[in-house]
């Protein structure tokens, strides 16, 4: 029989916190979190700004300066969010509190691109002196991208199945789908799941800018425009989520504090081309009208809120649209729809998860966050896409969509776990 799975903990690394409470509630406040780029220099680069963290310090996340020394970024910021989650469920996999198999226990957390900044460090040597000496020994086991995982499950004993899932942008939630999957069908009884990324370095710009995909805008509290008539492209941010995923019975039984149920998740391809989305967003609302038949949609009595992808693109947000209303019909216009882009920027394999923590939040407290900077509507994208302030709702299912390079699309659904 399949089994039931909730939240039990969250974690949060972002351009608008660096804690789930400071990260929320900015949200809601409509706080931009994109900035001048100052930790290195931009004079020559085509955009000169992004979402970076700031006032990041690993210590307060359980991290030793000898690990620190040896970690890329995105490792450090993927296991800060996974402390912070597995501090709030209370889940131990040894010692004297031990309250879950590590067997049981798992690990799936992505990483678009992995240690992109030490891969440009190192290559930079390589450049230098062809022969190799100066190459780290440790270059290879900081850059590769499942090493975020391989840490997580190393600090919290977890010896259960550990995956890096690397579908681009949709990797966290693909993530996250994947472990729901895995404790409904009962292969784990909990899984630490989201993503981290790092990706907002030299050679990040300017292959993104290249490719035509981000803003060129100056002002960096105007750049991030989903679903504007003036949008431009999206904006890059660094951070990571992390969600825990816990079989109910499991979290019941040890008395956990559930804070919502995940009850639907919709994976489906594009298969159209490397970049671009399929414009009529036809696969993108198969993977959409997927999680919300799982998830038992009610359009005569259920209030949805969506966090969009929304990147701010016009092919995205316009093929967005159109799936919206290919996957809900009608009901997509009764939809509240909002996308944090607006304020994270775009970070990438930690994108889903970031969205899935606001996704639950709004759940929770019945708080729908803005879409900001929404002062143009683009009328291909005419659904409630909640500009410039939050609204209240009484929200009864939310859904988090994310749609990768490469074709990939992915879609999680939440409920309020009401027993």
């Not at 100066?134 to 004993?157: D, E, Q, V, Y």
């Not at 693909?174 to 729901?180: P, R």
């Not at 784990?188 to 989201?194: E, K, N, P, T």
């Not at 994208?381 to 994310?402: E, F, Q």
Request: proline fraction near 5%; charge should be negative; glycine fraction near 10%.
């Amino acid at each position: 029989m399949d089994k039931r799975v909730v939240v039990t903990g969250m974690g949060i690394i972002s351009p608008v916190g660096n804690d789930l409470q400071t990260y929320w509630k900015n949200l809601c406040d409509g706080v931009c979190g994109i900035d001048f780029i100052n930790d290195f220099q931009t004079d020559n680069l085509p955009v000169r700004i992004a979402g970076k963290t700031k006032d990041f310090t690993p210590e307060n996340y359980g991290m030793d300066k000898p690990f620190i020394r040896k970690q890329d970024k995105f490792t450090l910021y993927g296991v800060a969010a996974a402390y912070q989650a597995m501090q709030q469920a209370g889940l131990h996999a040894e010692g004297e509190e031990q309250n879950i198999d590590p067997f049981r226990l798992g690990v799936y957390v992505g990483s678009g691109i992995g240690g992109f900044e030490t891969q440009y460090r190192e290559t930079q040597k390589m450049i230098e002196d062809p022969s190799g000496e100066w190459i780290s020994p440790l270059f290879i086991p900081t850059m590769i991208s499942n090493i975020c995982a391989g840490h997580i499950a190393i600090k919290h004993h977890a010896e259960g199945p550990c995956l890096d899932i690397v579908t681009a942008c949709a990797t966290s939630t693909n993530s996250i789908g994947e472990a729901y999957r895995a404790i409904k069908h009962g292969y784990c009884d909990a899984i630490i799941a989201g993503g981290s990324e790092n990706a907002t370095i030299p050679l990040g710009i300017a292959g993104f800018a290249n490719a035509k995909a981000l803003s060129r805008a100056t002002d960096p509290h105007y750049a991030s425009l989903p679903f504007n008539a003036n949008r431009g492209g999206f904006v890059m941010g660094d951070g990571a989520g992390i969600l825990v995923l816990e079989e109910y019975e499991h979290a019941k039984a040890r008395g956990a504090k559930i804070i919502t149920e995940i009850v639907g998740y919709g994976n489906t391809c594009d298969a159209y081309h490397s970049t671009a989305p399929r414009p009529e967003g036809t696969t993108q609302a198969e993977c959409i009208k997927q999680a919300v038949k799982e998830a038992g949609l009610d359009t005569s009595k259920d209030v949805m809120y969506i966090n969009a992808h929304g990147t701010g693109t016009h092919l995205n947000d316009a093929a967005e649209t159109k799936a919206y209303k290919l996957a809900l019909g009608d009901y997509a216009y009764k939809a509240h729809i909002s996308s944090i882009k607006s304020m994270t920027g775009h970070m990438f394999g930690a994108a889903g998860a970031a969205e899935a923590i606001a996704t639950i939040l709004a759940l929770r407290d019945g708080i729908c966050p803005p879409t900001i900077n929404l002062d143009t509507p683009d009328p291909e994208c005419d659904l409630d896409y909640t500009p410039n302030k939050a609204v209240k709702a009484d929200i009864t299912i939310g859904i988090s969509d994310s749609f990768g390079f490469g074709g990939h699309d992915a879609c999680i659904a939440f409920r309020k776990c009401l027993d």
